[in-house]
């Protein structure tokens, strides 16, 4: 049976913290300051709610849908300001179709989610999936540090979920 409460974004951000300043205590690694310190927590945090972008419904997963929005207009940006000025004479009317244009998107873009999402709890709730995960952020940041938080808060949300939920 189902622990609704571990499911939420505060249950899986509180376990991400604690769990990832206990391993990290436990290897000795104190972050240096307070603004290191707020960015350690920040990166479990997000870490331990990766997992979860999977659901359609989780924090997760309406800000990545937002941000994947938020990257598709950068990419197209010079093609909308075109067509906007192409479309509209006053800056007001050229501002209105850019907003629609953000909200058209931004629906094709959870069309898009909805048609190709991941079953949830499926292959990206796997250790399999943290492996990758780890290869793709350190690939990308060269950051051993940020790397560390964030798979440890994504084991730790694997690790909650395998703890309160049943696993099939």
Not at 29 to 56: F, K, M, Q, R
């Amino acid at each position: 049976m189902r622990n609704l409460s571990v499911t939420s974004f505060l249950a899986h951000a509180v376990i991400g913290i604690a769990l990832g300043l206990v391993i990290l205590s436990a290897l000795n690694i104190s972050p240096a300051n307070p603004v290191v310190y707020s960015i350690t927590i920040l990166l479990l945090v997000i870490g331990a709610l990766i997992p979860d972008i999977d659901h359609e419904q989780s924090f997760a997963t309406r800000v990545a849908l937002l941000l994947a929005t938020v990257l598709v207009m950068y990419v197209l940006s010079k093609q909308l300001e075109e067509l906007s000025k192409l479309l509209f004479d006053n800056i007001i009317m050229q501002t209105i179709g850019v907003i629609l244009a953000f909200i058209i998107l931004n629906h094709v873009v959870n069309k898009f989610y909805r048609a190709v999402k991941p079953v949830h709890r499926g292959f990206i709730h796997s250790y399999s999936a943290a492996v990758i995960f780890t290869i793709a952020v350190y690939t990308l940041t060269a950051n051993a540090y940020a790397t560390l938080l964030l798979v440890l808060g994504y084991i730790s949300h694997l690790w909650a979920d395998g703890l309160f939920f049943k696993v099939t």
